[in-house]
RNA sequence: GCAGUGGUAGUUCAGUAGGUUAGAGCGCCAGUUUGUGGAGCUGGAUGUCGGUGGUUCGAGCCCACCCCACUGUACCA
């Protein structure tokens, strides 16, 4: 009793939920540039912007309803004060099918969207997985044809060069979610026993990662990692299983022939032939679009874990080498994704709606661009204004006014420490420069102007501290009367 | 979820066969005769040694359970 007592007294540790970020200035100006520069591409094509709550009716999220025995299984849940359960968003997907479905009468169709948020998980958080991160999608609602998947492959692609992605470091990976069923249809599989479907596409999706063989026992018995957790495997026979990895190995290295490989493979089946004739259409308005092999092809071995798709599906690769701070080499998941999901309004209204999209995840994008070497933007800070005498602190108040009017970011120094102490606070702002006006420049009508990142250049060569502070390199003395030209001049000067 | 590894200052780690007041680098804070950040000088602060219980005269070190982190694996609508 005591005891409880005692830590019940004790304040809280401060800490933060595991997979939820903080996110500083650093960083945050890092992503809100890619998802801006996302964002006006998606625009540029034509897609209207929409944001949705982060809240949805879990009935409209979709299978993962919560229940009494795992309410927050998958989802972050709550029940409102009318008892029905809300859940957030786990991706930008279900909340535009609710939409769309609420809205359709009203909707110019085919209704082209992009949207860019936070979208949670609950799940356990890895290394690059969080349960708060940002997506930008677009989707086009209402069109059928395999030009709307195209569009939005090649959109993808200019998208990611947009946000700094080289043209050269990555590639679209396309295939159809009919040509493995076909395929299963060929091989004897029941296409609609749904969990052994489930179970063989997640074998394919496994390829890169485990390679022929461990795919192999995947398909058949299964596999036992050297973990020694052991995965249930499809149980196909070896006659099987040799069919599919056959169906895997079809990609070349130009998308048409690609297409004669798969024919053979494939050609003779109904839905088989469906979904060829789909992608040779794509593959003719990506050439139009002028979308090379190189940067969008097509690769059977592309499954996708997903449920929901149901006809093309795809996959951007981040191709370039990069290694952590180990100096091991990382493999990026795929950085962003997407498919065509016919069904997926349906569930809303009668009518079956062609919708297909594309997804971009941000954070991954982030650190592949990082991890390639990309400069990050430094962020700066304002001019700091210095308060070295508190007798005249109006008067930098004053300063401060001048430079917000001249259209510069300012701010007086409102610590009570002394100048060594301001000094270090405007670094850590990283502020450009700082103004100095202490009872030697008041007398004599001026301000001094330290530019401090001219100051860190010239700190490179460094080597006695003492003559270094003597000299005081990198400012100026000038007149008080022209705070904010000088003040221009020097920010210009360093650009 | 399953398996392996680990948990000592803000951080990276050291801690010798269980023995007095638990250490180092970096970082942080303050001062350095009106003046100057990023590599000067001087001084300073900081740890429920992941938690709980046990063994022992004595536990950072040994034992049990729990928690958390990392790695692999499964799931990821």
Request: with cysteine; glycine share 8%.
């Amino acid at each position: 009793m005591q005891e409880e007592k005692d830590k019940k007294a004790l304040p809280p540790i401060a800490r933060r939920p595991r997979g939820f970020n903080d996110i500083r200035v650093d960083v945050l100006a890092n992503s809100q540039s890619i998802i801006s520069a996302i964002m006006t591409t998606y625009k540029a094509w034509g897609f209207e912007p929409l944001e949705t709550g982060a809240m949805e009716y879990s009935d409209c999220l979709g299978k993962f309803l919560p229940d009494d025995d795992r309410p927050n299984a998958g989802v972050f849940s709550l029940q409102d004060d009318d008892d029905q359960w809300m859940s957030l968003r786990y991706d930008l997907t279900a909340p535009l099918a609710r939409f769309v479905a609420e809205h359709w009468d009203s909707l110019p169709k085919p209704f082209r969207r992009s949207a860019a948020g936070p979208v949670w998980r609950n799940e356990k958080p890895g290394p690059g997985r969080y349960r708060e991160f940002w997506q930008c999608d677009a989707d086009t609602v209402g069109s059928a044809r395999p030009e709307a998947d195209a569009e939005i492959i090649a959109m993808g692609g200019a998208a990611l060069e947009a946000a700094g992605i080289g043209n050269a470091d990555y590639c679209m990976k396309v295939s159809n979610r009919k040509l493995l069923d076909g395929l299963l249809q060929e091989v004897g599989v029941n296409v609609d026993d749904i969990s052994s479907r489930l179970v063989i596409m997640r074998a394919i999706d496994k390829l890169d990662r485990l390679g022929e063989t461990g795919v192999t026992d995947l398909l058949g018995a299964g596999r036992k990692d050297p973990s020694g957790d052991f995965t249930h495997g499809a149980n196909l026979n070896p006659s099987q299983i040799d069919k599919i990895l056959a169906f895997t190995r079809t990609r070349r290295d130009s998308r048409a022939a690609t297409l004669d490989a798969l024919s053979v493979v494939i050609g003779g089946n109904i839905l088989g032939n469906e979904a060829l004739e789909e992608l040779a259409k794509i593959d003719a308005t990506l050439t139009s679009l002028g979308v090379k092999s190189s940067n969008a092809e097509f690769d059977p071995a592309i499954v996708r874990g997903l449920e929901y798709y149901t006809g093309t599906v795809f996959e951007t690769d981040y191709l370039r080498e990069t290694k952590d701070e180990n100096g091991r080499s990382v493999r990026f998941g795929s950085i962003g994704s997407g498919g065509r999901y016919d069904d997926l309004v349906m569930r809303f209204r009668r009518e079956r709606v062609p919708a297909t999209g594309y997804s971009i995840g941000v954070s991954r994008l982030m650190a592949a661009l990082e991890c390639a070497g990309n400069k990050p933007i430094a962020p700066e800070g304002p001019v700091i204004i210095l308060c070295l005498d508190n007798d005249y602190i109006a008067n930098y108040f004053k300063m401060a006014q001048e430079l917000r009017a001249g259209g510069i970011a300012a701010e007086v120094y409102l610590g009570a420490s002394g100048m060594k102490a301001q000094m270090k606070y405007a670094d850590r702002r990283a502020a450009p420069l700082v103004v100095i006006e202490g009872s030697n420049e008041r007398e004599k009508g001026t301000i001094t102007l330290k530019d401090l990142k001219l100051g860190a250049r010239l700190a490179q060569s460094i080597e006695d501290n003492s003559a270094w502070r003597a000299e005081r390199p990198a400012q100026k003395e000038v007149a008080r009367t022209d705070l904010v030209a000088e003040v221009n001049a020097m920010l210009a000067a360093n650009k």
